[in-house]
């Protein structure tokens, strides 16, 4: 974790009395446990809600064909910037099929374009009928995203699955006839904002 050699160097600083790098260093040490922190969700109790895999704003909804197997899907796309939680959730309980990162580009995580050419990772759940992926994309500045999921994993609604660091993007692909309860321009939370409910 960054936050451990960013808190040896402040101690180092402030007792050789630099202050200014210990002020600057202890400015950034503030940032990295700020971006980085995990805040506590509640989980929706319903079934058949489908949660939002991660904070930030709803900038893109349309139908798309899904990367694994071609069906169409509803896919919703999530900007987060470096103010939101990067914390990334399971939208729903299920097994994780399938799991695919992809190199890539590294354009600004906002653009439209970033969700087929930056570098990306992506996880397939299903849940009996019903399917769900969730695509983690790299954005401009963000250059790591970790995933702690594996192929055969059982996650529960809200579940912590992985992250991405600074700035990025999130993609959810929902079933086409999920009733959205998210449009255009909404913030929602990882976890406890519901994108849709399955049909």
């Known amino acids: 974790m960054f936050a451990v050699p960013l808190g040896i160097l402040v101690i180092i600083f402030l007792f050789l009395s630099w202050r200014w790098a210990g002020l600057l260093t202890g400015g950034l040490l503030l940032f990295v446990l700020f971006f980085f922190r995990d805040p506590q969700r509640v989980i929706p109790a319903d079934p058949n809600a489908i949660v939002s895999p991660a904070d930030g704003k709803v900038v893109e909804i349309v139908d798309e064909k899904?990367?694994?197997?071609?069906q169409t899907f509803k896919r919703?796309?999530?900007?987060?910037?470096?103010?939101n939680v990067?914390?990334?959730?399971?939208?729903i309980q299920g097994k994780i099929?399938?799991?695919?990162?992809?190199h890539g580009k590294f354009l600004a995580a906002f653009n439209h374009k970033a969700s087929m050419d930056n570098e990306q990772n992506i996880i397939m759940i299903k849940n009996g009928r019903n399917t769900v992926l969730?695509?983690?994309?790299?954005?401009?500045?963000?250059?790591?995203?970790?995933?702690?999921?594996?192929?055969?994993?059982?996650?529960?609604?809200?579940?912590?699955?992985?992250?991405?660091?600074?700035g990025s993007r999130v993609d959810i692909f929902v079933p086409v006839d999920t009733r959205?309860?998210?449009?255009?321009?909404?913030t929602v939370q990882g976890g406890s904002s519901i994108i849709g409910f399955l049909t």
């Not at 990067?86 to 939208?91: D, E, Q």
């Not at 099929?97 to 992809?102: A, D, H, I, S």
């Not at 401009?140 to 995203?145: E, K, Q, V």
């Not at 959205?180 to 909404?186: E, N, P, Q, S």
């Open 66 to 70: 899904d990367p694994f197997d071609g």
């Open 76 to 83: 919703i796309s999530i900007f987060l910037s470096v103010f």
């Open 86 to 91: 990067h914390i990334n959730r399971v939208p």
């Open 97 to 102: 099929e399938k799991v695919r990162y992809n």
């Open 134 to 166: 969730v695509k983690q994309i790299a954005g401009l500045i963000a250059r790591r995203i970790v995933c702690w999921a594996k192929e055969g994993d059982e996650y529960q609604t809200g579940q912590r699955f992985g992250l991405i660091r600074f």
């Open 180 to 186: 959205l309860a998210v449009k255009l321009g909404d």
